[in-house]
């Protein structure tokens, strides 16, 4: 009995067409949407955090 055609014992190597596929993609730039999140200001989570805690304690004062 021979061996369904799919049936191999060895997975082909596909790594050439794989770096093809990135070869291309390289070649085609940054992404608009990448470009714009490495323009974005540096993180100000202190400030929002800060910013919070002020309302939820002028919120806590005032149901006392």
Do not use: C
């Amino acid at each position: 009995m021979t061996r369904h055609i799919i049936d191999h014992a060895e997975p082909k190597a596909e790594g050439t067409r794989t770096a093809q596929y990135v070869d291309i993609d390289r070649k085609d730039g940054v992404h608009p949407a990448v470009e714009e999140l490495t323009q974005r200001p540096e993180d100000r989570s202190g400030a929002k955090v800060r910013e919070f805690v002020r309302i939820a304690r002028e919120e806590a004062k005032a149901e006392d």
